[in-house]
């Protein structure tokens, strides 16, 4: 018994079922007149598509201008007792109120701005160069390579984070820099698992059996073929750590372990848990700074998500 | 006689983003009890909508019937309310899928997937239930069926799945069996094997039988009337013999002419292999009022753009929709 | 015979895990800055040099590190995880007096956050432009992004200082009198606020995932076998297509009990819950390095034990994972 399938019009959608064809070619139709931008342009059109990610990109910019300008425009330091303890926001000119040791709140959500964003920055860099190289190790080399490093990620995958890093900082002292060090050392798993997975994926692909035919080394394969290619999904995760490594340095800082010569949102928190009652404004606005931080870099997540991930382009 | 199935004036639309599209554009046909009758056509000409507008299955939201009617048994399906058609799929009506591999609950086990429907139609209690789902995987004959009852779809081979699939629709005795592609994602071998064993089956239970395909052998093989879509439009119709033996619209001739086999058994001599040239018209040109195969068309005319064709009967079983259909 | 195998092979990597934690949370301890003799002379109230030396011998703290490390790893096989010179007590007796309260909190909420996380999932796919759904989409943002120690303090100030409706602190009043249903309600009562602070994060997660993989699943050939077969909605939904939604979500939830302890320790902060988080906060303040490292021991057990329980329900609820 033969089928069409031989014969030579071959519109390639033999396979597909009629209601697939149908959908298939209502979609056609229309990304025709898409097709001739370029792939980053194209990219862009669709973050900006996305109307949450954009405002939320928007109000990210003014967080971080903020974290700049802001100390050097509002000079009140965070550390003074400026007025009497438990000012009500509006009191005296202080916009949010002081604390219980009368330190202006607004200060220290400024001064805790560049805190937060620094280190969430720097321990999503750590957890993103962790992460991709063992992932990306692990993806290329196969065998050995990838069972060991998996096994490694999968070991650190077990440790409870926070303790962890909790027992780190309180070791080797409540620096920014230790602080980093202890939420990167303990992030990239997510990581390094994403960045394997693509790379075992892309490796398969034609372009790079026919690089590796034409004699490319390994490290060209990995860096110049294989990674950039791999890269969309390791950017939106890249968005998602800041914002988590922010979460986590908040909770830290709650607890104590933090500088004790740096204001942060989470270290505001946690000093004044103790006088809610008197004064729960103490800790409703720098958790509505830190809430609001993250709630912008997820959405920023979503619209890079949207914008690089060719599969949802499609729908 | 009053058929089994008879569907009139039946048009089916489908919201794409270029706007609404007449995937089924005006299609009348009947099926009457324990026939064979099959439905020809490229991917896209709007074959699997038609089975899946008879169960009452089309696309959610983007998908309706926009006019005429599905009558089964006199009752007419697209005014039916949900609750009547639950009863009547997969009990008077069932339908097989092309994708064996995709078509199976992938959690259940095959014995568990083929018990479910005769509990719900047949209100058969638990082990009655399970022991005719092994004694009609039996029937299909699926090997150690008792035992392979409780094997999940991923330990199945492709045609057993098949075979599970099979099982499952003809579980009820249906009225009328739908079979959508049932064989294209399967070994050449194992549809052979697969088509005699619903032959067989159809012996047994009486069920009248809509064979989807994009395969003339199978139609030669299996069908006792064909109708060929194209675009969304019945363009030949009538019993397989008559219409292969002499075609009455050039679509259907240019698809006979593409099976090498069929032709030599037909004719007893070797002509040589033709392709239909050309594309199929995408969604956006459905509902034009014009042959929608006159850009891939030898005979095309000034007609053919100008109007749609009307159909033609004649002697014997045909009906064509070609303005040239005598002259093919 | 294949799950033995397969559940004893898990069960031998959890030790080999288990183990590695040990060596490196050990090694790391000794890497640290500061003289642990000095620590714990201090919480006696300070000494001299004699008695430093004393504290050193008794704590084996001046042979090599190799042999400190074997020794307490020797021990903690024998189920001994050393002496807290901070509680004066054994460090086991320690943990276990604590344990209790942390399992009950992680397991509620872990629970918790998977029904109410895959109800809202199952609930928001099929009725996608409903108000649950947009509920769900928002949710997930928020769960996500508010910091779990603020929501916690947040619901605190609500409900239980504005409208006292619930109990600002701990895990038990011992003032409620009454035979043991007294007892659990007023647990229950206790229970309310840490373990919705503690699942609001993890239901977030869960029901996006969910809504996610069910408007998948939904959208797949077998579910429409499913329909072609005259199955009810409520069969189709809940048979035939939640339990192919669930692993996706099952095998999150494994991947999410670090996490989960990593919550817990900042939820029984809050919410003064007497746990192995508030015992770790102590300890970690005081440097009582033996009490630390049970702790870490502990938590990484209860990370691998529900690791394993995760696999064990995979394999339940997808024949695929069982192999042929």
């Not at chain 3, 309600?185 to 606020?193: E, P, S």
């Amino acid at each position: 018994m033969n089928d069409l399938k031989n014969d030579s019009r071959s519109d390639g959608l033999a396979q597909n079922t009629d209601t697939q064809a149908d959908l298939n070619a209502g979609i056609n139709a229309e990304q025709l007149t898409t097709k001739a931008r370029h792939p980053a342009a194209d990219a862009l059109g669709m973050f900006l598509k996305n109307r949450a990610a954009t405002v939320a990109l928007f109000f990210l910019v003014l967080i971080i201008i903020t974290g700049i300008v802001g100390p050097m425009v509002y000079k009140t330091d965070p550390f003074d007792m400026v007025w009497a303890p438990f000012s009500p926001p509006g009191a005296e000119g202080f916009l949010l109120g002081t604390d219980y040791l009368g330190r202006d709140i607004l200060a220290g959500i400024l001064y805790g701005t560049r805190v937060s964003l620094l280190v969430g920055l720097s321990a999503a860099l750590m957890t993103v160069f962790i992460g991709v190289s063992i992932g990306a190790m692990a993806g290329f080399f196969r065998g050995w390579v990838e069972e060991a490093l998996m096994r490694l990620t999968e070991f650190f995958q077990v440790l409870p984070t926070l303790l962890f890093s909790m027992v780190i900082v309180a070791l080797f002292g409540p620096t920014l820099p230790i602080i980093t060090i202890a939420i990167g050392a303990v992030s990239w798993p997510a990581v390094a698992r994403i960045t394997r997975s693509e790379f075992l994926r892309i490796r398969e692909l034609e372009y790079v059996t026919a690089s590796r035919a034409s004699g490319s080394k390994n490290a060209k394969l990995m860096f110049k073929v294989i990674l950039p290619n791999a890269l969309p999904p390791i950017i939106v995760q890249a968005a998602l750590m800041v914002g988590s490594a922010i979460l986590f340095e908040a909770g830290l800082s709650f607890l104590g372990l933090t500088d004790p010569n740096i204001v942060s949102w989470g270290q505001i928190i946690g000093s004044n848990r103790p006088y809610i009652l008197d004064a729960s404004y103490t800790v409703t606005f720098p958790g509505l700074a830190i809430f609001f931080t993250v709630l912008c870099l997820s959405l920023v997540g979503d619209g890079l998500n949207d914008a690089l991930n060719p599969k949802l382009r499609q729908r | 006689m009053s058929a089994l199935l008879s569907v009139e004036n039946l048009r089916i639309e489908l919201d794409t983003r270029a706007g609404v599209a007449p995937v089924i554009d005006d299609l009348s046909f009947s099926l009457n009890a324990g026939e064979t009758l099959s439905f020809v056509g490229e991917s896209g000409c709007g074959k699997s909508m038609t089975a899946l507008a008879i169960m009452g299955l089309l696309p959610e939201k983007i998908g309706r019937v926009a006019s005429g009617s599905i009558l089964f048994n006199g009752e007419d399906i697209t005014k039916a309310s949900d609750e009547r058609l639950r009863e009547i799929r997969g009990n008077d009506i069932s339908m097989i899928f092309q994708e064996p591999m995709t078509s199976l609950n992938p959690v259940f086990t095959i014995g568990e997937q083929v018990a479910e429907v005769l509990r719900r139609h047949q209100k058969l209690g638990r082990k009655a239930a399970w022991s005719t789902a092994v004694e009609l995987l039996n029937s299909v004959r699926i090997p150690d069926a008792a035992r392979r009852a409780k094997s999940y779809p991923h330990q199945l081979s492709g045609g057993q799945r098949q075979r599970v699939m099979i099982a499952m629709a003809l579980a009820c005795k249906p009225r009328i069996l739908i079979a959508d592609e049932p064989t294209t994602a399967l070994d050449v071998t194992i549809q052979a094997q697969i088509f005699d064993l619903l032959e067989d089956l159809q012996a047994q239970t009486g069920s009248a039988i809509i064979m989807i395909t994009h395969d003339m052998g199978v139609v030669a093989e299996i069908a006792e009337r064909m109708i060929v879509m194209y675009a969304g439009r019945m363009v030949e119709h009538g019993n397989v013999d008559d219409v292969l033996s002499r075609p009455r619209h050039p679509y259907t001739k240019g698809l006979i002419g593409c099976v090498p086999h069929l032709m030599a058994t037909l004719t007893d001599s070797r002509p040589e292999l033709t392709e239909i040239s050309g594309i199929v018209p995408g969604l956006n040109e459905f509902g034009q009022n014009a042959c929608l195969f006159a850009s891939r068309c030898n005979l095309v005319g000034q007609q053919c753009v100008q109007a749609r064709p009307k159909e033609k009967q004649f002697e014997n079983t045909q009906l064509s929709a070609c303005w040239h259909a005598e002259s093919v | 015979m294949n799950l033995i195998s397969t559940v004893a092979q898990r069960v031998l990597w959890a030790a080999i895990l288990l183990l590695a934690v040990l060596v490196l949370n050990f090694s790391m301890m000794h890497l640290a800055p500061g003289d642990v003799a000095d620590t714990i002379a201090q919480s006696m109230g300070g000494a001299d040099a004699e008695v430093l030396e004393q504290i050193r011998t008794d704590y084996g703290l001046d042979q090599p590190f190799l042999s400190q490390l074997s020794n307490y790893v020797g021990k903690v096989l024998h189920f001994d995880l050393g002496y807290s010179y901070f509680y004066n007590q054994p460090v086991t007796k320690l943990i276990f007096e604590k344990l209790p309260a942390t399992l009950i909190l992680v397991i509620t909420a872990q629970l918790l956050a998977l029904i109410i996380g895959v109800l809202l999932g199952v609930y928001s796919a099929r009725n996608q432009e409903g108000w649950v759904s947009h509920f769900v989409t928002l949710f997930a943002l928020f769960g996500y992004s508010a910091p779990v120690f603020w929501t916690g303090i947040l619901l605190l100030i609500a409900f239980s200082l504005k409208i006292p409706l619930f109990p600002v602190a701990g895990m038990v009043d011992v003032t409620v009198e009454g035979g043991a249903i007294a007892k659990f309600l007023d647990l229950l009562r206790h229970m309310v606020l840490p373990v919705i602070t503690l699942a609001s994060i993890f239901i977030a997660l869960y029901s996006r995932l969910c809504r996610a993989t069910m408007m998948e699943v939904l959208q797949t050939d077998y579910i429409r076998t499913a329909k072609s077969k005259g199955l009810s909605t409520r069969e189709i939904i809940y048979k035939h297509a939640l339990k192919n939604s669930l692993s996706p979500v099952i095998t999150l939830a494994g991947l999410q009990f670090s996490a989960v302890v990593s919550g817990a320790v900042l939820v029984e902060t809050v919410f003064s819950w007497p746990g192995l988080g508030t015992l770790a906060l102590q300890s970690i303040i005081a440097r009582d390095t033996p009490t630390i490292l049970g702790i870490l021991f502990f938590s990484a057990l209860v990370v691998i034990v529900g690791n394993l329980l995760t696999d064990l329900a995979l394999r339940f609820v997808d024949p695929r994972v069982r192999g042929h």
